[in-house]
């Protein structure tokens, strides 16, 4: 083994190991199901990651609300029909010794309402030659701040995060809204709040 610092092990918050340095960031991989639920093409995908040998496994972008999903397979969490598939991936994640880290996701002016069958919306009204969205509303500001929340807070993701395993599955959150960084309550999860423009 190197001496490198890349492959020591490095202590997170709350005391949360991760075996080395090597953290797989999120990839578009387009293999869950339809209905967001986990797609065992995915799973193997994560897995051969995990067992190659990853610290850190975040999934692809997982939509938090249906308005948000931007691709078609997109991983979601947005509702308790997706806590199985978390479920076995965080654990199939430890079984291989790395931690697994969701990424939740609303794709704002990059949702697409052919995948979603919900209009865009943005901080503004936009139009170009290939993305549309119509101006949020301060109730769709809010949606979407409940939707991260929830989806945090939920049976589903927090079945994943405290599974049968003593290191739980971290949040990571990521937008395309109009909003500024996001954060929620998450009980005690380690939480990664980040925002892009």
């Known amino acids: 083994m190197s001496s490198s610092?890349?492959?020591?092990?490095?202590?997170?918050?709350?005391?949360i190991i991760a075996k080395n340095r090597v953290w797989l960031a999120p990839l578009t991989n387009q293999q869950s199901h339809h209905d967001g639920t986990l797609g065992d093409?995915?799973?193997?995908f994560l897995?051969?990651?995990a067992e190659g040998?990853?610290?850190?496994?975040?999934?692809?972008a997982a939509y938090v609300a249906n308005?948000?999903?931007?691709?078609?397979?997109?991983?979601?969490?947005?509702?308790?029909?997706?806590?199985?598939?978390?479920?076995?991936?965080?654990?199939?994640?430890?079984?291989?010794?790395a931690l697994a880290q969701v990424q939740l996701f609303h794709g704002g002016l990059r949702a697409v309402p052919e995948v979603s069958g919900q209009p865009a919306w943005s901080a503004s009204a936009y139009s170009d030659a290939t993305l549309s969205a119509r101006a949020a509303t301060n109730d769709d500001i809010a949606s979407v701040i409940d939707a991260f929340a929830a989806a945090a807070q939920a049976a589903p993701v927090r079945a994943s995060i405290r599974s049968n395993c003593?290191?739980?599955m971290a949040i990571c959150f990521r937008s395309f809204s109009p909003l500024?960084?996001?954060?929620?309550?998450?009980?005690?999860v380690v939480a990664s709040p980040i925002a892009h423009a």
């Open 5 to 15: 610092p890349l492959f020591a092990p490095l202590e997170l918050r709350k005391g």
């Open 41 to 44: 093409d995915e799973l193997a």
């Open 47 to 49: 897995a051969a990651r």
């Open 53 to 60: 040998g990853f610290g850190l496994i975040e999934t692809c």
């Open 67 to 97: 308005d948000g999903k931007a691709w078609p397979g997109e991983l979601g969490v947005h509702d308790n029909a997706m806590g199985p598939g978390l479920t076995r991936l965080a654990a199939r994640m430890h079984e291989a010794g």
């Open 166 to 168: 003593t290191v739980p």
């Open 180 to 188: 500024r960084t996001i954060s929620a309550p998450t009980n005690g």
